[in-house]
């Protein structure tokens, strides 16, 4: 659908229209960065309508509504593994039921972890791998030519079916945050209804500056929609694009969603010394190791420039199961980073993945010990706990579907067992809507783990959540929390966590917030 011209010579953008299904309760909903990012790299080229169903109770109303007002040259719909799938699901049916010629492109973390189940749905014509972008220009142009399939077969970084055939097309190179203009927030409508109380501010923004990472740890989705590679604007850019967030919309705070915010020196400086004058108190992702090898005055630029809570991947409680998850770190580097943000007076947040491959239970023991001993070195710090889950690698059109060739795994559920390297994965949408599967791609579940050992698990985590009682529950007061820490104080102190019923109870009357369930 190309531009058009009206009576009165005036040019007439093709409509594209952008939605994100529901995943999440209202009051935990933030700015849909990846589809202003996609309106951004259209600007000019096409008219965009964002309808955000985290905030729309009725959206596949609204897109029934907008389709029946002007046909859109594509419904781009994206979709993260997880509780987002169905929601995709039933909003994509609808469209397709309703006006059967508009073409439904998915793009996101789901399609390109997993680009031969999405195109196993009769709705969903096109996904995009990785960053979308640049791949939607040139699918606004495709679906506006007259012959589809050689349109489509010259554009990089899509997959899509030509009749029974799914063609996966050539990578598409990354490109620069910074190419792309300013987010344009004004299609959001209210802006500030996005900007959440946190334990940060009042109205915490979202923002994300570089993209990718050039880790490849083992259990990450990010390796597999960047491919190992990380790319960073310019420090001035991050502060002028915050600025914006500040002084038009009334941000007071902000959450950074880049994958490794920090994970090396020299772009840290650049970015403390670019944020320190914005005045706005941030949380970040960050490598262990980066922030265990800097220098005090590093450190003091971090601390002046905003950063109040850090989010660490430290995984395991050993060398060796770190280097099975190709993670790059150490143990002393997580200790470390530790005890710097307990100087600095940051929060740090840390993730550990259990059940992982060549891991037993002896190990997760290791790993709740450790936790104790963080505990003791940092006692504000966060603890968040997942399970393993195997992300296959991107799709390329020269390879194969890693996750499509996994052999079955029958889990014994007697009895602990390694994690396997390979899973028999859901080859349609609505599998992965099941459960069983939002629960594994959420790393909520391992079912290659003992009931004994999982429930070992989710009675740590109860007692370790009720003693020291997150921060970032900005709803519960005071006294709640006090009451919840001292409930559990003495299965903390004594190492008892086995059936904390008592917990249970106070938890359903005193419900604290679960931040690997919920985030900032």
């Known amino acids: 659908m190309d531009a058009v011209e009206d009576g009165d010579g005036a040019v007439t953008l093709p409509l594209v229209l ?5 995943v999440v309760r209202r009051r935990n909903a933030r700015l849909p960065l990846s589809l202003l990012t996609l309106a951004a790299g259209l600007e000019g080229k096409a008219r965009v309508r964002i309808v955000d169903g985290n905030f729309d109770d009725d959206a596949r109303a609204t897109v029934l509504a907008a389709l029946a007002a002007e046909r859109p040259a ?7 593994p997880g509780p987002q799938v169905a929601p995709a699901i039933a909003l994509s049916k609808a469209v397709r039921e309703r006006a059967p010629g508009v073409p439904i492109v998915w793009g996101g973390y789901f399609p390109t972890l997993y680009p031969d189940a999405a195109l196993a749905a009769p709705y969903v014509d096109v996904v995009v791998r990785g960053p979308g972008e640049a791949a939607l220009v040139d699918l606004v142009r495709a679906f506006g030519s007259g012959d589809r399939a050689p349109a489509l077969a010259g554009i990089e970084g899509i997959s899509w079916k030509d009749g029974d055939h799914v063609v996966h097309g050539a990578e598409r190179p990354l490109r620069p945050p910074d190419v792309l203009p300013p987010l344009p927030y004004e299609l959001l409508g209210d802006v500030p209804r996005f900007l959440q109380p946190t334990v940060l501010g009042q109205r915490t923004a979202v923002h994300q500056a570089a993209i990718g990472c050039r880790h490849r740890c083992s259990f990450c989705g990010v390796v597999s929609m960047f491919d190992g590679k990380t790319l960073v604007p310019p420090a ?11 002084e038009r919309h009334g941000a007071d705070a902000v959450q950074f969603y880049d994958h490794n915010f920090f994970d090396r020196e020299e772009t840290t400086v650049a970015l403390a010394e670019a944020l320190a004058p914005v005045g706005l108190p941030y949380w ?3 490598r262990t190791d980066a922030l265990a090898r800097f220098p005090a005055r590093t450190w003091e630029l971090v601390r002046r420039s905003g950063l109040r809570m850090v989010f660490m991947g430290a995984e395991a409680a050993s060398d060796e199961a770190l280097r099975r998850m190709h993670k790059g770190a150490r143990v002393e580097e997580t ?12 929060v740090p947040e840390l993730s550990f993945v259990l059940g992982g491959p060549g891991g037993d239970e002896a190990e997760i023991e290791t790993t709740l010990r450790f936790i104790r001993k963080l505990k003791a070195i940092h006692p504000a710090c966060e603890v968040i706990l997942y399970f393993w889950t195997p992300t296959p690698r991107r799709r390329r059109a020269e390879g194969p579907d890693l996750a499509a060739e996994a052999p079955a795994h029958e889990p014994d559920p007697g009895k602990a067992r390694a994690a396997p390297d390979r899973l028999d994965l859901p080859a349609t949408p609505e599998e992965w ?7 594994f791609v959420c790393h909520r579940n391992a079912p290659w783990l003992s009931p004994r050992m999982r429930r070992r698990i989710d009675d740590f985590a109860t007692v370790l959540g009720c003693r020291f009682p997150t921060v970032q529950d900005v709803r519960l007061p005071r006294w709640g929390k006090a009451v919840l820490s001292a409930a559990a104080s003495w299965r903390w102190a004594a190492g008892a966590y086995g059936r904390p019923a008592e917990l249970h109870a106070l938890r359903r009357v005193l419900p604290l917030k679960r931040p690997e369930a919920e985030g900032l």
């Not at 952008?18 to 529901?22: D, E, G, K, S």
């Not at 200790?335 to 940051?346: D, F, K, N, S, V």
């Not at 809507?433 to 629960?439: N, Q």
């Open 335 to 346: 200790l470390e980073a530790t005890r710097r943000c307990r100087e600095a007076g940051i």
């Open 236 to 246: 001035e850019r991050v502060a002028r694009d915050l600025l914006v967030l500040k």
């Open 18 to 22: 952008l939605v994100n299904p529901r």
């Open 433 to 439: 809507a099941e459960p069983e599967w939002v629960d």
């Open 74 to 80: 594509l419904l781009g719909v994206t979709v993260m």
């Open 284 to 286: 970040c992702y960050a």
